[in-house]
C-alpha cells in the first residue's frame, strides 16, 4: 500500500489491515517459538554429550591434612590447598608434618 492510499484510508480500514497484520506476526511468532523450544530442548539433551546422563555419585575423601594452630581445617589433598596449608609450606613445614595419624584400620590401601 502506497503512502497516498494509507493517508486517504479511513480508520475502519485502517484498524481492519491492523489486526489482520497483529494476526499474521502473531502466527508466525507462535510457530518460530514452537521451533526454536523444540531446538532448544534437543540442544539440552546433548549439552554434556552423553545426552540426559547423570554424573556418578562418588565416594566421600577423607581428609589427610590437618591444621596444628586450628585442628577443625583439613584438607583431603584434592583441590586447592587451602590457606591455613600454604602458610604451613611457606613458614617452613612439609606436608609430611601435617598428615592426620589414623589408627592402622582406617589407612587407605596403596595401589602402586
Known amino acids: 500500500m502506497d503512502n497516498d ?3 486517504s ?3 475502519a480500514e485502517l484498524w481492519r489491515l491492523y489486526d489482520e497484520v497483529t ?5 508466525r511468532m507462535t510457530a ?7 531446538r532448544l ?4 539433551g546433548t549439552a554434556d554429550g552423553h545426552g540426559a546422563r547423570e554424573r556418578r555419585p562418588y565416594p566421600p575423601v577423607l581428609p589427610k591434612y590437618r591444621n596444628p594452630k586450628n585442628p577443625s581445617e583439613t ?3 584434592r583441590g586447592k ?3 591455613w596449608l600454604k602458610a604451613q609450606l611457606r ?3 612439609k606436608l609430611n608434618d601435617l598428615l592426620i595419624n589414623r589408627p592402622s584400620g582406617q589407612k587407605r590401601r596403596r595401589t602402586v
Open 75 to 77: 584438607w583431603s589433598g
Open 23 to 27: 494476526a499474521v506476526l502473531s502466527r
Open 5 to 7: 492510499n494509507w493517508t
Open 81 to 83: 590447598q587451602p590457606r
Open 9 to 11: 484510508a479511513s480508520t
Open 91 to 93: 613458614a617452613g613445614k
Open 41 to 44: 530442548r534437543r540442544l539440552e
Open 32 to 38: 518460530e517459538k514452537v521451533k526454536l523450544e523444540e
